[in-house]
């Protein structure tokens, strides 16, 4: 039973195209965020939502965009995609006030 | 501005030669402070948290000790299984539940 899961796990594109990775979790916590890390392993959050509201977005280019259909499922769609984009994007969940739990990561590589 | 060090980046041990890693912080007002464990191509799995200065928690041959300036992890007779990347992370207060990371501390445990 896979507790955060994303799909796809690699997305390679060219610069310019749209694309979405979509995330679920199944244990029932009320807040899931998206996570940016760079290729040098350093994580940085991107969003946060608590029960489909966003409470965080962090200094975020408007062509990422998240969405929320429901509390078990956090998509992040990104247009016009740039080679800076390139990296791995991974989705977590939290019950309120504590730590994550991670999915397994989608390495996205716009060339 | 809230800040994460961890050092050193890299760590070369041998197989039962204990060494402790460092994570230094800087932060307005701190609600926990996580330890991670990533592997190559996985998302990063949840260790420990800590919430006050002086409190220490032990899993197997790990175990973290957090002070009011800095955390350690401390590594007992390690093994090649050890071998990953180590990530703290922060969570501060009234700031959505968002973890502030450190840049790692990358493991490896020679037989």
């Known amino acids: 039973d896979t507790a955060v899961s994303q799909t796809p796990k690699y997305l390679v594109t060219q610069m310019g195209n749209d694309k979405s990775i979509k995330c679920e979790q199944n244990?029932?916590?009320?807040?899931m965020y998206w996570y940016k890390q760079d290729s040098k392993k350093f994580l940085k959050i991107m969003f946060s939502?608590?029960?489909?509201?966003?409470?965080i977005n962090e200094t975020v280019p408007n062509r990422f965009s998240p969405k929320s259909p429901d509390k078990a499922h956090l998509n992040l769609h990104i247009n016009s995609l740039e080679l800076g984009d390139s990296a791995v994007y991974f989705c977590?969940?939290?019950?309120?006030?504590?730590?994550?739990?991670f999915g397994s990561g989608t390495r996205l590589t716009v060339v | 501005e809230d800040q994460v060090t961890q050092s050193p980046e890299a760590l070369r041990l041998q197989e039962g030669e204990s060494s402790s890693l460092n994570c230094s912080y800087t932060?307005?007002?701190?609600?926990?402070l996580f330890w991670y464990r990533q592997d190559p191509g996985k998302g990063p799995e949840f260790l420990f948290t800590?919430?006050?200065a002086g409190e220490e928690k032990e899993k197997e041959r790990l175990k973290a000790t957090l002070t009011k300036k800095e955390s350690f992890l401390h590594i007992t007779a390690p093994k090649p299984e050890d071998s990953a990347t180590y990530l703290c992370?922060?969570?501060?207060?009234?700031?959505?539940?968002?973890?502030?990371f450190g840049q790692g501390t990358e493991l490896s445990v020679k037989p």
């Open positions: 977590a969940s939290s019950p309120r006030g504590r730590g994550p739990t």
């Open positions: 244990l029932g916590h009320d807040t």
């Open positions: 939502y608590n029960n489909k509201e966003l409470i």
């Open positions: 932060v307005s007002g701190l609600r926990g």
């Open positions: 800590l919430y006050s």
């Open positions: 992370a922060v969570q501060v207060n009234n700031q959505g539940g968002k973890l502030i």
